[in-house]
């Protein structure tokens, strides 16, 4: 599900734009700069990059931690639904620093990484947190415009996803059509969970059945649903319950349709590594290309492009190399002068 945040206004322009065509995509080899009227010290820049001068993963993701939060894309990440991605923000991998509480793009976002990795994209349906809290939480009124006509659940085996108690803390969610079992599992606790998965299939049960009802869908109509208990490792702080969570899942799809065993630290230091891993797997799962992607957009044409616009003017940071649109920066012409005259930094590289 790709999203387009409002850009912010850049700090102090400084350089250069290659005012380039859609023919003429940034690349880092230097015989398209040069076409491209770059200047030679940027032809540098990039062949200094060519021979292995760019950050390794987790020297990237140490430096990201330790700026400030912008706005830029650093990973796109690709759906089990084909065309859809998330694109994922330096405030959003943020969250995943220690002693911070992760947000639901970022766990659906690894929910995704982890069913590719496990080849599970047609055997495990990866429900949307916010759908899931409206069939567990609110009125029928509501769940009534959640019915997801397009999605047979019957090609199927199972179901997961994640809700927000409170918007406070995340829970794991776990339906397994071939065991006819709902788990709804608190990082928090293991107590008292039989009874909310038994309301858990309750109202999956229910919502089934409006489905049959809204736009004559059968599918898990007529399974007997019971709620279940999955034992698990409990979250020892108060804001690791989202990276518990990712661990649930990661358990449940690496032995999918088993059953898993929950065994998994909890320790202050071990939630600090596991934090680390989840955004490392986020950085490495991207397909964003910064040579032709708007780093903060992610995308090739500026948001509102007609089909027949042909030129679009680019600039690129002299730090990370990150390609954006002006038009994303809110870069006027008058702007895009000023910055030709010297170097050039984009939010994420500005001191």
Known sequence: MQKTKTPKAPAPLKKQAPGQTEAHIPSQDPKDKARQGQSSEMTEHAEDDAQGGKLDASSELTALWE???????????????????????????????????????I?????????????????????????????????????????LS?????????????VNVGNIHWTFLYINAEESTMYLADPARNSAVQAESDNA????????????????????VDITWKGGVMKHPVQ???????????MMAKKVMEVFPKTPKMTFGTTTREMAHQRKVLALEILTASVFDKEVNCAMCAAI?????????????????DSCSRWCHTQCLQMDQKCLKEAQVGDWDCSLCTK
């Not at 397009?150 to 994640?162: E, L, N, T, W």
């Not at 299939?201 to 898990?220: L, V």
């Not at 044409?301 to 940071?317: E, L």
């Open 107 to 147: 766990i659906e976002c690894l929910f995704h990484i982890h069913a590719n990795k496990c080849k599970l994209g047609t055997r495990i349906y990866i429900l949307n947190h916010y759908t899931a809290g409206v069939i567990l939480f609110r009125k029928r009124e509501e769940v009534r415009k959640h019915t």
């Open 150 to 162: 397009k999605i047979q659940f019957d090609s199927y085996g199972a179901i997961v996803s994640f």
């Open 301 to 317: 044409k500026p948001p509102g492009s007609v089909t027949h616009q042909t030129h679009t003017d680019w600039i690129q940071c």
């Open 67 to 105: 700026k400030k939060d912008t706005e830029v894309v650093v990973s796109v990440v690709p759906t089990q639904i084909r065309g859809n991605s998330f694109t994922i923000y330096h405030s959003d991998i943020r969250t995943l620093r220690p002693h911070q509480w992760l947000t639901g793009k």
């Open 201 to 220: 299939a309750k109202k999956f049960s229910d919502y089934f059945k409006m489905r049959r009802t809204c736009c004559s869908k059968t599918d898990w």
């Open 236 to 246: 020892q702080d108060g804001n690791s319950c989202g990276v518990v969570v990712c």
